[in-house]
């Protein structure tokens, strides 16, 4: 069965620490990984994707196909990153999305 | 181009009621998703639709059901509507092949 996990629901850390956010996934071959935030009561935003490679915000995240594992990470967090943070795999020509809970990051001053 | 749009933005019903929600999505996007977000549930799968089929449909009752027209817009529809069916319904967009999903801002439903 399809299925994304994110075991934190909130992550604390101080202004400038650095920042993991982690997801793990259960998929049976070569899903598409992606990095949603929400932003308070407005819609979900692409943050990242996994073929993309590509760094947003200072984030960046690797899929570890080994540990099937898609952690977000970020070497210095900032205030405004104090957002929620969904982990969202999607299996190519599937049709289907699927979420995980989400992990709600606080970055305190 | 214009993001995906959403409407109504919010509604409020009474239990046994119908509703009808719309999303039209990004010019050129022929996918259409739709999901239900609940602070217990989180985001869950509801169904999408490519070229106006169905291609794909989450765990919710046959109460929950949607349709796409020939112009890629859809709708989705919850029938005999029940106090847990309060919820933000989001639709997304996507091209086919590019599995990117753009989001809406989402239909907040309260069911009293």
């Known amino acids: 069965a399809q299925r994304v996990t994110q075991p934190e629901k909130l992550l604390s850390v101080f202004k400038g620490a650095p920042v993991e956010l982690k997801c793990n996934y259960s998929?049976?071959?070569?899903?598409?990984l992606f990095w949603y935030v929400q932003y308070s009561r407005q819609r979900l935003q692409l943050l990242l994707r996994?073929?993309s490679r590509e760094s947003i915000k200072g984030f960046t995240a690797d899929l570890n196909k080994g540990e099937t594992s898609f952690h977000l990470k970020k070497p210095f967090a900032q205030e405004e990153d104090s957002v929620m943070y969904y982990c969202?795999?999607?299996?190519?020509?599937?049709?289907?999305?699927?979420f995980g809970a989400g992990t709600r990051l606080f970055v305190k001053a | 181009k214009a993001g995906v749009t959403q409407t109504p933005r919010y509604l409020i019903k009474t239990r046994g009621q119908q509703v009808t929600l719309s999303c039209s999505p990004i010019s050129g996007h022929r996918s259409v998703s739709w999901y239900q977000q609940t602070p217990g549930q989180g985001l869950q799968f509801l169904f999408e639709y490519f070229s106006e089929t169905q291609r794909n449909k989450g765990n919710f009752p046959g109460r929950f059901s949607g349709r796409q027209f020939s112009n890629s817009r859809s709708e989705m529809n919850v029938s005999t509507l029940e106090l847990g069916d309060s919820a933000l319904y989001l639709c997304?967009?996507?091209?086919?092949?590019?599995?990117?999903?753009?989001f809406g801002p989402g239909t907040r439903l309260l069911v009293l």
């Open positions: 996994h073929i």
């Open positions: 969202a795999l999607r299996a190519p020509g599937g049709f289907k999305t699927i």
């Open positions: 998929y049976s071959g070569s899903p598409e």
């Open positions: 997304a967009s996507n091209q086919w092949g590019e599995e990117t999903q753009y």
